[in-house]
């Protein structure tokens, strides 16, 4: 017996009935909502807690506070976790800081970007527990553990912030030139949690009965969609370039050698540099009481030699007050391999850990011959001997002698650097490649011969590079580490930067964040519709709900504050009004709530 093409019509008109009144119901996740409000506030039993009726506040002052320090707290922690993470490009300089002040070794950076991202972590899940309770309709009340670790919190990032602005305030030009290769993705990022947000926000909404607080929970969520909206217009970044208009990768510098996978200043340092495609090779260089140029950064040697074992007594004296027979007896490489320094010793080989341990201390001439037998640029700054020193006085052209008399090095293979007696060291060799390391006018630097800069990467302007290069001035950027950074002075077009990771930035076939303007205002203008529109939908769709469940509640006595034998009853009309809706006859309204089993208890 076939079914007639009237009663299939009413049976999809039931269907459809049955779907609007599942949509329209207020569902309580029993083990779902006590998980929540167990991790929240430690109410794990359902007469512990006490749901929010629609209209009224979610929560008592005291939480409101608490809810408000929590959403605080979440932006500082979410900012100086980003701001330390971008700043692993001089994790090593942080350490090394603290070694000369405290004595000891210990990886600090990392120590501290592993504690904010717990403390991150831990207040992202709060604050995701928090949205998730409000959007069931529960009263939020935080257990006074969490908020003293909300408070706790609150006090490392204001501190650490804080301490490291005083001590490290050059930090915060690392963290706006980040803007310019990750602000695309963070704007995404951002527009993808306003829209989620919108659920939780659409539904308080909707069920807030004061003008004020409706206004208020509007208008500021309207407010910063909006700004992320528009931030793009105002937004700029170098690896935002048409196809072709990209130039050559920097040439990589090894930053006193490679510092990654030998002790730094020494043959291997520099042998590894070589061998991880180092165009060329930066050190710094010191002058022995006798007379012997040397390579060392630090003035003592107590760093990277072992100085304390050998004379205990002279630990803190500069290096440049020992002879060039006591520099000799020092081993420069076994503290590589116990303190570490950039956590990558694990990765040599049994050969080159036996390498390292036999390092010794690198005299110029060492240097410049290794440079000289590979074909490779060098550049080096030069620190006058302190007061007393024999060669106080004559600390440049004692280096000169080395350039041109003691090593088989080609002057024009030497990037000059140190500032003093500029002029007299041009005339004793016009051929070295004069280098400055500040950004002076054009004219200026012409006159002073100079064809190359040399500049810390926080002064990095792709303006000022362009500049440069029209008058065949060229730009070296130290020291960059990290391939976001590096990825950010190739599109500036740096024609060179000094690193402590060849072996890393070598394998960057091009930019990292590289896009066309027209890829990247795609990204942008569909990101903002596309939120724009599941925004939109999401706010209809509660309108639409709430609206229902309002006049439902009004025509009909809702379930959550019945008696046990009114629950009985509509549970009865309830199964007669789906039987007959299923069939096509009018409906009810809808079950407004789940009975709460609390109440029902009570009773």
Request: some cysteine; hydrophobic content about 45%; glycine content about 6%.
């Amino acid at each position: 017996m076939g079914t007639s093409p009237t009663t299939l019509s009413k049976l999809k008109l039931g269907k459809l009935r049955v779907v609007r009144r599942r949509l329209l119901q207020r569902y309580e996740h029993q083990p779902y909502v006590s998980c929540l409000a167990g991790l929240y506030g430690c109410q794990w039993r359902r007469y512990q807690r006490s749901r929010a009726t629609p209209g009224d506040c979610c929560c008592s002052k005291l939480e409101c506070v608490s809810f408000a320090l929590l959403i605080m707290t979440f932006c500082l922690t979410l900012v100086f976790l980003y701001f330390w993470s971008e700043a692993q490009n001089d994790y090593n300089d942080f350490d090394w800081f603290n070694f000369g002040n405290l004595g000891f070794w210990f990886p600090w950076s990392v120590v501290l970007l592993v504690i904010a991202a717990a403390f991150f972590s831990y207040v992202t899940l709060l604050l995701l527990l928090a949205v998730c309770l409000l959007s069931e309709g529960q009263k939020l009340h935080l257990h006074w553990g969490h908020k003293i670790g909300i408070l706790v919190t609150l006090a490392f990032s204001i501190v650490a912030t804080a301490v490291l602005s005083d001590l490290w305030s050059k930090e915060w030009t690392t963290l706006l030139l980040s803007f310019q290769v990750t602000a695309p993705y963070l704007h995404v990022g951002g527009v993808l949690l306003m829209t989620l947000l919108s659920w939780p926000i659409a539904l308080h909404f909707f069920r807030i009965n004061k003008k004020v607080g409706r206004t208020l929970i509007m208008g500021l969520y309207l407010a910063v969609l909006c700004a992320l909206y528009l931030v793009p217009l105002g937004m700029y970044s170098p690896c935002l370039k048409k196809e072709g208009a990209l130039g050559p990768a920097p040439a990589l510098i090894g930053h006193r050698g490679a510092p990654m996978l030998a002790p730094e200043n020494t043959l291997m340092s520099f042998e590894k540099a070589v061998e991880a495609g180092g165009e060329g090779l930066e050190t710094d260089v010191t002058i022995s009481y006798d007379g012997v140029p040397f390579l060392m950064h630090d003035r003592t040697l107590r760093r990277t030699t072992n100085v304390q074992k050998v004379f205990p007594n002279r630990t803190d004296a500069p290096a440049a007050m020992f002879t060039w027979g006591e520099l000799e007896t020092l081993n420069a490489g076994d503290w590589f391999l116990y303190r570490d320094p950039f956590g990558t010793a694990w990765s040599l080989g049994a050969e080159d850990r036996a390498q390292a341990q036999n390092q010794s201390v690198c005299t110029l001439r060492d240097f410049l011959e290794l440079a000289a037998q590979r074909g490779k640029q060098v550049i080096f700054d030069l620190y006058r001997p302190p007061r007393g020193h024999p060669y106080r006085d004559t600390w440049i052209t004692r280096t000169l002698e080395v350039i041109q008399n003691e090593s088989s090095i080609h002057s024009h293979q030497v990037l000059w650097l140190p500032p003093d007696l500029r002029s007299l060291v041009q005339k004793m060799d016009p051929d070295l490649h004069q280098t400055s390391g500040s950004w002076d006018p054009v004219e200026e630097l012409q006159k002073n011969h100079i064809i190359q800069l040399n500049l810390h990467y926080s002064s990095m302007s792709t303006e000022m590079i362009s500049e440069y290069a029209a008058a065949n001035i060229s730009t070296n950027l130290y020291v960059i580490s990290q391939p976001w950074l590096y990825s950010l002075a190739w599109c500036a077009g740096a024609q060179s930067v000094t690193t402590n990771s060849p072996q890393l930035l070598n394998k960057l076939t091009r930019p990292l964040f590289l896009m066309t303007p027209d890829e990247y205002n795609l990204m942008w203008v569909l990101t903002d519709v596309v939120s724009f529109i599941l925004i939109l939908i999401i706010f209809m769709f509660h309108w639409w709900r709430e609206r229902g469940l309002a006049f439902c509640s009004g025509s009909k006595p809702t379930l959550e504050h019945g008696t046990y034998s009114k629950f009985r009853t509509e549970m009865s009309d309830v199964w007669s009004v789906s039987s007959v809706n299923i069939l096509g006859e009018p409906a009810g309204c809808p079950l407004a709530t789940e009975p709460n089993l609390a109440t029902v208890s009570e009773h």
